[in-house]
């Protein structure tokens, strides 16, 4: 079974920064896509930015220029930047692995992320 474990969520000021993490149990590398989801209540979860294993990228339009997704093979762990953050930012952020033969779905728990002055 996988453990995806999100951390990094808080409460910032809009215009502010923050980096989310997302540790895996196991190698990343084994995953066909890795990236972050984020939902508000009531609405449906949304993609935020997601790394396919080739390299492929793929951001929201909403975040462009402003999240960046990263990550660590050696620590099995991906990040999300995000800077200029809105309030509209404000979610919970899952963090999602698809499995290598892309049947099977991993998400963490979720980290809170506050944008208000």
């Known amino acids: 079974q996988v453990q995806l474990v999100e951390s990094g969520g808080d409460v910032v000021q809009p215009g502010g920064s923050l980096r989310l993490s997302c540790a895996a149990s196991r190698s990343i590398l084994d995953f066909a896509v890795m990236g972050w989801y984020r939902q508000v209540p009531e609405k449906q979860r949304e993609l935020v930015a997601t790394?396919?294993?080739?390299?492929?990228?793929d951001y929201a339009d909403s975040i462009k220029g402003r999240f960046r997704i990263s990550r660590d093979n050696v620590k099995n762990t991906v990040y999300l930047e995000m800077n200029s953050l809105k309030p509209e930012d404000t979610a919970v952020y899952y963090c999602y692995a698809l499995s290598a033969s892309g049947g099977v779905e991993f998400w963490g728990q979720g980290t809170q992320v506050i944008v208000s002055s």
């Open positions: 790394r396919a294993r080739g390299g492929y990228l």
